[in-house]
């Protein structure tokens, strides 16, 4: 079972879908098919349920995700720390939401002429991280949404964007030019896994405790809003699955995209990384 084909695999599972996976993949889609088919030949259980409804996890899968996402961080760990030894020129840096966005282009594109010898490693983390690994040390920096913790990290403001509150169509207050977060007071939400930063999760949900289904990436928040007509947030702009709407919240703070480093860390490739992206999103 290799490293390369686990990813494949959370690739799909956090996507529930081979299209989308393989876009975040970079590569096509009937090699990816062909690598979890595979990984389940290897292991001798179905990982999804394919339907014209969609993918989902089996119990296999559920339970080989968990798994998967453990060994992947653990490899990751390693990695950082044996380039670190050897003194390679490496930047990881932690990404959370849509690396489309331009901001992350116009970064991308002025960094790699500023420093074409690095090499630049991207990872891609889930909602239940905000730091997108930085405090474990997965990542020399991160690009993410405030607010959460930021205890010994500093963070740079690279853009705000309204929020909006994304609901199924057929809502009848999906026809409200505007909402506020009393008219979703009586709908179901969503929720983080436990142990999920508390500033990160209130801001989320609102600013108060909510009931519902528990996520950890914004496919699973978006289908739960598609199957159960859960509430789900998003920043306005962002693309959505047929069916699906987002009305603005005028009373709900901004979404800030902000770039984090640890406190007292002196790696100029870091510091460069910072300066660029400010520069990139003011465009």
Not at 8 to 36: C, D, K, N, W
Not at 123 to 148: S, Y
Not at 238 to 244: K, R, V, Y
Not at 245 to 266: E, K
Request: glycine share 8%; proline share 6%.
């Amino acid at each position: 079972m290799e490293l390369r084909t686990l990813r494949y695999f959370v690739a799909v599972a956090e996507e529930l879908h081979f299209g989308r996976a393989a876009t975040r993949l970079h590569m096509s889609q009937p090699p990816l098919s062909r690598a979890i088919k595979q990984l389940e030949t290897e292991i001798g259980a179905l990982l999804f349920t394919r339907s014209q409804a969609g993918v989902t996890l089996t119990p296999a899968g559920v339970l080989l995700l968990d798994e998967a996402r453990a060994l992947l961080d653990q490899a990751d760990r390693v990695r950082v720390r044996v380039a670190a030894a050897a003194g390679a020129a490496t930047l990881t840096i932690g990404i959370l939401g849509d690396g489309t966005d331009p901001g992350v282009t116009r970064l991308a594109a002025v960094y790699r002429r500023r420093h074409p010898g690095v090499d630049i490693r991207i990872r891609h983390t889930d909602l239940t991280d905000p730091t997108c690994g930085l405090r474990a040390g997965l990542v020399d920096v991160a690009l993410t949404r405030a607010p959460f913790n930021d205890t010994a990290l500093t963070v740079r403001e690279l853009r705000t964007d309204p929020v909006g509150a994304v609901l199924r169509t057929d809502d009848p207050l999906a026809r409200r030019d505007y909402l506020k977060l009393a008219d979703l007071s009586d709908s179901r939400w969503f929720q983080f896994p436990q142990g999920t930063d508390p500033i990160w999760q209130s801001y989320w949900n609102g600013g108060k405790p909510r009931e519902g289904p528990v996520v950890r990436v914004v496919q699973e928040c978006l289908q739960a809003v598609l199957w159960n007509s859960t509430v789900g947030l998003a920043p306005l702009g962002h693309d959505l699955p047929e069916n699906l709407i987002a009305v603005p919240l005028v009373d709900m703070a901004p979404s800030r995209v902000v770039a984090v480093r640890n406190d007292g860390d002196t790696n100029p490739l870091v510091h460069s990384f910072i300066e660029v992206a400010m520069a990139a999103y003011r465009q």
